[in-house]
């Protein structure tokens, strides 16, 4: 099952300009996660906020975490070119013994055009 | 470098044959993971292990096989089982246990294409 949904599913922007996408989710969790994929390759980790957490930064990135909302948003400031991917959020489910398994949203198509 | 290694980038196959996609790492994590991403779509996962010799199945694990008998090494079948196997397969890998706000690290997926 979707955990996370990404909205919007396509985003268009020019240089220059600052992307927002959003994930929303069902359960409580512990964290959350956001990725980002390159056209036919693997996920990277982008940054990972806690529950405890309402804002992080790294580098261009902010993410917000609002739990009484079960929504996160990651903004991308300044775009660039370089920047176009798929963006996706994942939660954790933590596994007995400890360890998790993340559910990974449908993600968000950006495309920033020069 | 550390990473993972999914091999090969590109499989074909008939439909009725059983393939092999193979993973393997070197970041010393316990815990391994496949995940099936079909076109526009989220990934849905297939089987995760957190140690060796033990596995469990995911949420879409019918038709697939997989087996844990070394750390590094996390291969997974796609059985004739399987209906719609066509698809971009990634492999990740975590700490696992011993931190369950670990990151995924992912390769760099494999894409079957069975006709």
């Known amino acids: 099952s979707q955990q996370g949904e990404e909205d919007p599913q396509a985003l268009s922007i020019q240089e220059g300009e600052n992307a927002t996408m959003n994930c929303s989710y069902k359960?409580?969790?512990?964290?959350l996660q956001w990725y980002r994929q390159n056209s036919g390759r693997g996920l990277v980790h982008l940054i990972l906020?806690?529950?405890?957490?309402r804002e992080k930064h790294s580098g261009r990135l902010r993410v917000t975490l609002d739990t009484s909302k079960k929504s996160s948003s990651l903004l991308i400031t300044a775009s660039r070119a370089a920047d176009t991917a798929s963006y996706f959020c994942?939660?954790?489910?933590?596994?007995?013994?400890?360890?998790?398994?993340?559910?990974f949203g449908t993600g968000t198509q950006l495309k920033v055009e020069l | 470098d550390g990473g993972i290694t999914q091999s090969p980038k590109y499989l074909f196959r008939k439909e009725g044959q059983n393939v092999t996609l193979s993973c393997e790492q070197n970041?010393?994590?316990?815990?391994m993971y496949w995940y099936r991403q079909d076109p526009g779509q989220g990934l849905r996962l297939i089987y995760y292990?957190?140690?060796?010799?033990?596995?469990q199945k995911g949420d879409i694990a019918e038709g697939y096989s997989v087996s844990r008998e070394k750390k590094e090494s996390f291969p997974l079948t796609v059985t004739s089982a399987q209906k719609n196997p066509t698809a971009f397969y990634l492999c990740?890998?975590?700490?696992?246990?011993?931190?369950?706000?670990?990151?995924?690290?992912f390769g760099n997926g494999t894409r079957l294409t069975v006709t």
């Open positions: 906020i806690r529950s405890n957490e």
């Open positions: 359960t409580s969790i512990n964290n």
């Open positions: 970041l010393n994590h316990d815990a």
């Open positions: 990740a890998s975590s700490l696992g246990w011993r931190s369950y706000n670990s990151p995924l690290h």
């Open positions: 994942a939660t954790p489910e933590i596994l007995t013994g400890g360890g998790n398994k993340l559910t």
């Open positions: 292990s957190q140690i060796v010799n033990d596995f």
